[in-house]
């Protein structure tokens, strides 16, 4: 069992940026690919990034490629979201998730076994 812990979610203004922390606990932290995703008012969860067991390799969705990072600390068990030049459209709830994913398909999100309660991030124009 993995417990998951997102914070760092807020109220900023487009072009600013905000960084998303996911704190681990239980089973080992360094076994999982670790990814965040997102969900709008009224539209289905999106997968946003995500980065390896070993943090050698990360993927992104192509709205966020190049304004997001997404990072991993093992020492703190935790993984960051990176989040910069912010557009009003990456308002959403933010879920970090685990998922022990060996056949590549990283965007699709039910290969994530475990998830966080989630985080509000709110970008306003």
């Known amino acids: 069992q993995v417990q998951l812990v997102e914070s760092g979610g807020g109220l900023v203004q487009a072009g600013d940026s905000l960084r998303l922390a996911c704190a681990a606990s239980?089973?080992?932290?360094?076994?999982?690919?670790m990814g965040w995703s997102r969900q709008a008012p009224g539209k289905e969860r999106e997968f946003v990034a995500r980065?390896?067991?070993?943090?050698?390799?990360?993927t992104y969705a192509d709205s966020v490629k190049g304004r997001f990072t997404i990072s991993r600390d093992y020492a703190k068990n935790t993984v960051y979201l990176q989040m910069n030049s912010l557009k009003p459209e990456d308002t959403a709830v933010y879920y970090c998730?685990?998922?022990?994913?060996?056949?590549?398909?990283?965007?699709?999100?039910?290969?994530?076994?475990?998830w966080g309660q989630g985080t509000q991030v709110t970008v306003s124009s």
């Open positions: 239980g089973r080992t932290f360094s076994r999982y690919t």
């Open positions: 998730a685990a998922g022990e994913i060996y056949n590549g398909d990283y965007r699709n999100l039910r290969n994530y076994n475990y």
């Open positions: 980065i390896s067991w070993s943090g050698g390799s990360t």
